[in-house]
C-alpha cells in the first residue's frame, strides 16, 4: 500500500476542518477539482474511505477521524523540524507568515518589515491584516502582532514598539460648531464617531485616566465603523469626535487639519509584542526576523 504524504494529510486536516472542498481550497489557494482528486488518489491508496460527502458538507469517516487525530497533531512538529534545517543553509529563506491588527501593520510591523526584506530577498512574509483576536497556532502563522495586554501568557512575547497612545481629535470645523470638551463626560453632548470591535461584535468603549483615576465612557454615535482609516476620513470631514491612536493622527494634528481635546485625559499603554508558541522551533530567517523587529530603546 502507498503511504500518503505530508502534503496528503494536510489536505485532509483542510477538508475536515472547513467541512467543505471548496473552502478548503480557498484556504490553501488551489482548484476545488485538484483538491477533490487528491483526496479520491488517497483514499484508492489506502483503500478506505477517509470523507463522509453529502450535497452540504464533509465529515470524516471512522477511518478518516482516526488517521487525523493519531497523525494530524504530528504534522506541525515536523513541518517545523524541516523547517529547521534551513538555519544550515548559507542564506536564510523561507516564507513567514504574519499576523497584525490594522493599526500594528500599517504604523509598527510593515515599516520594520520595508527594512528588512531587502537584506533578505530569499525570505517571503505573508502578512494577513485582521483586527479579531485568532489562535495562530490552528491558522497556521508562525507569529501575531497584537497589544502586550492582549497576548496569551503562554506564548514568547517581544516588544516590537514603545508604549501607544489614544487621543480625542476633531476637525477645527467640528471643534467650532460644538465646542471643546473639558471632561471626558462633555462626550455624552457630542456626535462621536466609533469603533466596531471585531471579537464579539460590539463597540469600543472610550478609555481616560488622570491622577490615578479611571473613567470609561460610552459615547453617542452617529457613525460606527470597524477601519480605522475610514474613521479618520470621517473625523477630517467634521463629521464628530473620534478617539484613535497618536500615530494615526500625528501628521493631520501637526498639519492643523485635527486638533486634539481631553489630552490630559489620555495616558499610555503597553505597546505591541510580537508574538509565537514557545514549542515550536523556527527557522534561522524566522529569528532574523525576531531580532529586526525587537523595540530597543
Not at 483542510?14 to 482528486?37: I, N, P, R, Y
Not at 473625523?235 to 498639519?255: N, S
Request: charged residues 25%.
Amino acid at each position: 500500500m502507498a503511504r500518503p504524504s505530508i502534503d496528503d494529510i494536510e489536505i485532509l486536516l483542510a477538508v475536515a476542518s472547513e467541512g467543505s472542498f471548496t473552502k478548503a481550497a480557498a484556504k490553501l489557494g488551489v482548484s476545488q477539482s485538484a483538491l477533490s482528486q487528491t483526496v479520491r488518489n488517497l483514499e484508492a491508496r489506502m483503500g478506505l474511505r477517509l470523507l463522509t460527502r453529502t450535497t452540504r458538507s464533509v465529515s470524516p469517516t471512522e477511518a478518516g477521524a482516526r488517521l487525523l487525530s493519531n497523525v494530524g497533531p504530528r504534522i506541525d512538529e515536523i513541518r517545523d523540524e524541516l523547517a529547521a534545517l534551513d538555519a544550515l543553509r548559507a542564506k536564510p529563506a523561507g516564507t513567514i507568515r504574519l499576523t497584525a491588527d490594522e493599526q500594528a501593520a500599517e504604523a509598527v510591523l510593515w515599516p520594520a518589515l520595508a527594512r528588512f526584506l531587502p537584506d533578505y530577498p530569499d525570505i517571503k512574509i505573508e502578512l494577513i491584516v485582521d483586527n479579531g483576536l485568532i489562535d495562530i497556532v490552528a491558522e497556521r502563522f508562525d507569529a501575531g502582532v497584537r497589544l502586550g495586554d492582549i497576548v496569551a501568557q503562554d506564548m514568547i512575547s517581544i516588544p516590537i514598539s514603545g508604549d501607544q497612545r489614544m487621543l480625542v481629535v476633531g476637525s477645527p470645523v467640528y471643534l467650532e460648531k460644538a465646542g471643546t470638551p473639558d471632561t471626558p463626560q462633555d462626550l455624552l453632548r457630542h456626535r462621536c464617531i466609533n469603533l466596531r470591535l471585531p471579537t464579539h461584535g460590539g463597540l469600543y468603549v472610550w478609555e481616560f485616566e488622570q491622577a490615578g483615576r479611571e473613567l470609561n465612557v460610552r459615547v453617542e454615535d452617529p457613525l460606527v465603523f470597524n477601519n480605522l482609516r475610514i474613521m479618520l476620513q470621517a473625523t477630517l470631514g467634521g463629521f464628530g469626535l473620534a478617539y484613535l491612536p497618536a500615530d494615526r493622527v500625528r501628521g493631520e494634528v501637526e498639519a492643523g487639519r485635527l486638533k486634539v481635546v481631553l489630552e490630559d485625559w489620555s495616558p499610555a499603554y503597553p505597546g505591541y509584542r510580537l508574538y509565537y508558541p514557545s514549542r515550536r522551533q523556527h527557522s534561522a530567517a524566522f529569528a532574523l526576523l525576531v531580532e529586526s523587529l525587537r523595540f530597543r530603546e
